[in-house]
Protein backbone atom coordinates (compact mmCIF):
# COMPACT_ATOMS: atom_id res chain seq x y z
CA UNK A 1 0.00 0.00 0.00
CA UNK A 2 1.37 3.51 -1.28
CA UNK A 3 1.58 5.87 1.63
CA UNK A 4 2.91 9.53 1.26
CA UNK A 5 3.17 11.61 4.65
CA UNK A 6 3.98 15.06 4.62
CA UNK A 7 5.18 16.84 6.86
CA UNK A 8 7.16 20.63 7.77
CA UNK A 9 4.46 23.25 6.83
CA UNK A 10 4.23 25.81 9.57
CA UNK A 11 3.55 29.89 9.65
CA UNK A 12 6.73 31.81 8.10
CA UNK A 13 7.68 35.52 7.65
CA UNK A 14 7.72 36.97 3.76
CA UNK A 15 11.10 36.31 2.80
CA UNK A 16 11.79 33.08 5.12
CA UNK A 17 12.86 29.75 4.03
CA UNK A 18 10.96 26.30 4.66
CA UNK A 19 11.74 22.81 3.97
CA UNK A 20 8.41 20.67 3.43
CA UNK A 21 9.45 16.52 3.53
CA UNK A 22 7.67 14.37 2.18
CA UNK A 23 7.50 10.38 3.84
CA UNK A 24 6.72 7.69 1.20
CA UNK A 25 6.04 3.83 2.01
CA UNK A 26 5.81 1.08 -0.12
CA UNK A 27 7.24 2.55 -3.16
CA UNK A 28 11.03 3.57 -3.71
CA UNK A 29 11.26 7.99 -4.17
CA UNK A 30 14.14 6.61 -6.33
CA UNK A 31 12.20 4.62 -8.92
CA UNK A 32 9.30 6.73 -9.43
CA UNK A 33 8.28 9.91 -10.71
CA UNK A 34 7.35 12.39 -7.89
CA UNK A 35 5.99 15.68 -7.25
CA UNK A 36 5.02 18.14 -4.92
CA UNK A 37 1.12 20.20 -5.59
CA UNK A 38 -0.34 23.14 -3.80
CA UNK A 39 -4.02 24.44 -3.30
CA UNK A 40 -5.52 27.23 -2.01
CA UNK A 41 -9.44 27.39 -0.62
CA UNK A 42 -11.73 27.24 -3.29
CA UNK A 43 -9.02 26.90 -6.01
CA UNK A 44 -7.53 23.80 -7.68
CA UNK A 45 -4.65 21.83 -7.00
CA UNK A 46 -1.39 23.21 -9.10
CA UNK A 47 1.69 21.74 -10.00
CA UNK A 48 4.77 23.20 -8.10
CA UNK A 49 7.91 20.92 -8.86
CA UNK A 50 8.42 16.93 -9.85
CA UNK A 51 11.64 15.45 -9.82
CA UNK A 52 11.50 11.82 -12.57
CA UNK A 53 13.61 8.86 -12.04
CA UNK A 54 16.48 10.08 -13.73
CA UNK A 55 16.56 13.09 -11.38
CA UNK A 56 15.91 15.96 -13.41
CA UNK A 57 13.40 18.50 -12.03
CA UNK A 58 10.83 21.02 -13.45
CA UNK A 59 9.02 23.68 -11.84
CA UNK A 60 6.37 26.05 -12.14
CA UNK A 61 7.60 28.98 -13.06
CA UNK A 62 6.94 31.33 -10.07
CA UNK A 63 8.73 29.13 -8.05
CA UNK A 64 12.32 28.84 -10.25
CA UNK A 65 14.91 29.83 -8.78
CA UNK A 66 13.28 29.83 -5.42
CA UNK A 67 12.16 26.31 -4.55
CA UNK A 68 14.47 22.96 -4.90
CA UNK A 69 12.97 19.50 -5.30
CA UNK A 70 14.95 16.33 -4.36
CA UNK A 71 15.24 13.05 -2.73
CA UNK A 72 16.81 10.90 -0.83
CA UNK A 73 16.72 7.59 -1.69
CA UNK A 74 18.04 5.91 1.65
CA UNK A 75 15.64 7.70 4.01
CA UNK A 76 12.97 7.61 1.04
CA UNK A 77 11.53 10.95 1.40
CA UNK A 78 11.34 13.50 -0.80
CA UNK A 79 11.61 17.39 0.14
CA UNK A 80 10.75 21.16 -1.17
CA UNK A 81 13.06 23.16 -0.22
CA UNK A 82 11.81 26.77 -0.25
CA UNK A 83 13.30 30.45 -0.20
CA UNK A 84 11.79 34.13 -0.66
CA UNK A 85 9.20 32.89 0.43
CA UNK A 86 5.58 35.72 -0.28
CA UNK A 87 1.67 35.52 0.55
CA UNK A 88 1.11 34.03 -2.62
CA UNK A 89 2.89 30.90 -1.72
CA UNK A 90 0.20 30.43 1.15
CA UNK A 91 -1.30 27.03 0.76
CA UNK A 92 -1.59 23.25 1.69
CA UNK A 93 1.26 21.49 -0.21
CA UNK A 94 0.62 17.98 -1.06
CA UNK A 95 3.55 15.50 -2.16
CA UNK A 96 2.01 13.18 -5.40
CA UNK A 97 3.38 10.21 -7.24
CA UNK A 98 2.20 7.56 -9.57
CA UNK A 99 2.14 3.82 -9.09
CA UNK A 100 1.07 1.01 -10.76
CA UNK A 101 -1.56 3.30 -12.98
CA UNK A 102 -2.92 5.09 -10.04
CA UNK A 103 -2.31 8.83 -8.73
CA UNK A 104 -1.54 8.73 -5.32
CA UNK A 105 -1.99 12.17 -3.15
CA UNK A 106 -0.12 12.70 0.62
CA UNK A 107 -2.66 14.38 3.16
CA UNK A 108 -1.19 17.70 2.50
CA UNK A 109 0.87 20.15 5.20
CA UNK A 110 -0.09 23.66 5.44
CA UNK A 111 2.45 26.61 4.35
CA UNK A 112 1.42 30.11 5.43
CA UNK A 113 3.82 32.85 4.87
CA UNK A 114 2.21 36.28 6.59
CA UNK A 115 3.98 38.84 8.68
Known amino acids: QVQLVESGGELVQPGGSLTLSCAAAGISVGINAMGWYRQTPGKQRNFVAAINIAGETSYEDSVKGRFTISRDNDKNTLYLQMTSLNPEDTAVYYC?????????WGQGTQVTVSS
Open 96 to 104: ATTYQRRFY
